[in-house]
């Protein structure tokens, strides 16, 4: 008889998920400077926790430390966006490429579910779930390709991806249906056995969030956007 005993999660990994979840679904707001000594307080633990945190958010882009100072939380500049987003696309095209050729079942059965979640989830005036499933769906593509590399790649800045989808495209209900839409879209062509028109689909899908990102970080920059 064998029984499984789970270790218990350190403080520093339970400040590490806190905080990145915060920064992603919102509730942290981008720009924002965190303090050691508050974090510490509001969380119940010593700095060192706290400050090993920090460490590890700084290496997903998401929290820039500053030498007692605590941090800031990430503020994209235009071009950062477009970076991102140039990178993001050609990771996700070939996570696509190499899911349908190595994982073909697995990969549309787990796109079909998700997209079955988003349509359940979607409600233009409480998003928060549908953007969960947002950053879930796009995660499908790496879960089936069978590349750890890719996956890696991936993940050293899909947070900052995920958050800017809650900071900038959740307030505005057009990109959330126009979203909406694409990932249905992509879904189909997918079933149909049809990746190249996916792509293309998920092409226009990642230009238009960067134009869109980026006309509102304009607007933030000239104080016309609220927030």
């Known amino acids: 008889m064998t029984e499984t005993i789970e270790r218990p999660r350190s403080l520093t990994s339970i400040v590490i998920e806190r905080l990145r979840e915060g920064?992603?679904?919102?509730s942290i707001e981008l720009g924002s400077h965190l303090s050691e000594n508050r974090i510490a307080e509001l969380y119940g633990t010593s700095k060192t926790p706290v400050r090993e945190a920090f460490a590890h958010l700084q290496t997903l882009g998401l929290l820039e430390v500053q030498a007692q100072r605590g941090g800031i939380v990430f503020q994209p500049t235009l071009e950062q966006v477009r970076e991102l987003c140039e990178v993001r696309l050609e990771l996700e095209l070939i996570a696509i490429r190499l899911s349908m050729e190595r994982n073909r079942v697995a990969f549309i059965s787990a796109v079909s579910d998700t997209v079955q979640k988003m349509i359940e989830a979607y409600d233009l005036e409480h998003p928060l779930a549908y953007q969960r499933l947002d950053n879930e769906f796009h995660n499908t593509f790496f879960a089936h390709c069978g590349n750890s590399l890719l996956v890696r790649a991936y993940d050293l800045f899909s947070p900052r991806i995920s958050a800017l989808r809650?900071?900038?495209?959740?307030?505005?209900?057009?990109?959330?249906?126009?979203?909406?839409?694409?990932?249905?879209?992509?879904?189909?062509?997918?079933?149909?056995?049809?990746?190249?028109?996916?792509?293309?689909?998920?092409?226009e899908h990642i230009n238009r969030t960067r134009e869109c990102h980026s006309s509102l970080l304009k607007d933030r920059i000239a104080g016309t956007h609220p927030g």
């Open 23 to 26: 920064i992603i679904d919102g």
């Open 166 to 203: 809650t900071h900038l495209s959740t307030p505005q209900p057009y990109l959330l249906q126009r979203s909406f839409e694409e990932h249905k879209m992509i879904r189909t062509f997918l079933e149909r056995g049809d990746p190249q028109s996916a792509t293309l689909v998920l092409k």
